[in-house]
DNA sequence: CAAATCCCGACTTTGTAAATAGGGTATTGA
DNA sequence: TCAATACCCTATTTACAAAGTCGGGATTTG
């Protein structure tokens, strides 16, 4: 069970421009720069999660992204989802159910994992990845 | 955020046998036919659980699979670990750790994930399946 | 106007899950 | 003993989506 690298590069990049609220936009090639994430690639991402509300952008000259919303506001869930499409483990959750007419044996799993992965990630916001991160000694 | 057909494939294969448990051994083209699963593929699953202990089989005529243990001893993890490989969200969990020196801002992120996914499916046996699904009216 | 920067669709590459194929081995029972 | 049944196992093919690249366009600033 994996998530896309998408989700993994937005949150960081999310993360990034949480660290920098309020001091201006940041640029697109700051972000992946400070990640490590391919420019282009990642402005795929970004231009979704503009189109999602959670960022905001501006053009030209001293241009870039910046939060909508404070750091606190933003849960990772809301990023997760714009980028996954959805957290649903298999295809019958969410929408059209099985194939296999009513429910099938595995639903009671997938209906559990996928409630409590939305939990999980619903529950942790940008503020607390960044109160997590400066608890540690990661400053170099 | 999905899983591999695989664990779906296996959890309805193994509450196959379960629902079977103490009828002797069922034949691959039995679960196929009862799951809808492509038998020759539904081979390379069983034959992964086999090794993993998790059934027994017995070749020749009337042979099978069999679960080596009864269904509310096997959870639903260890039949999804097997034939996912890992539950880890992103490569950082498990192993090697993230190739960004220490720790990335998003590990505390994909390591609840893990965390809660690993207590969901460890916690939901094959026994509960059953009455899950025979407390609902699926008898057709 | 030039430089910086976002915008966006189309395309290519790559990885791997999903499925198929086919020959081999054990067991049963007529 | 032989044929039928069923598991065993590796190799290969197919399918598809993620990951990444490209190129031209639109905006803004100075």
Redesign the interface.
């Known amino acids: 069970?994996?998530?896309s690298t998408r989700?993994?590069y937005g949150?960081?990049a999310m993360?990034e421009l949480a660290l920098r609220y309020g001091e201006g936009a940041v640029s697109l090639k700051d972000v992946a720069d400070k990640q490590?994430i391919s420019e282009a690639y990642l402005e795929q991402l970004m231009i979704r999660l503009r189109k999602a509300g959670l960022v905001e952008s501006q053009r030209g000259v001293q241009g870039g992204y910046l939060l909508s919303d404070r750091p606190e506001n933003v849960s990772?869930g809301s990023i997760i989802r714009v980028l996954?499409g959805?957290?649903?483990?298999?295809d019958c959750i969410e929408g059209k159910g099985c194939q296999?007419g009513?429910?099938?044996?595995?639903r009671?799993?997938?209906q559990?994992?996928y409630d409590?992965?939305n939990?999980?990630?619903d529950r942790?916001t940008l503020q607390?990845?960044i109160e997590?991160?400066t608890k540690?000694e990661?400053h170099g």
């Not at 959805?86 to 298999?90: A, D, E, I, L, M």
């Not at 009513?102 to 595995?106: A, D, I, L, M, R």
């Open positions: 069970m994996k998530f989700s993994r949150v960081n993360f490590s990772v996954e959805s957290v649903s483990p298999v296999r009513g429910t099938c044996p595995g009671i799993v997938w559990k994992i409590s992965v939990d999980v990630i942790i607390d990845m997590e991160y540690q990661h």
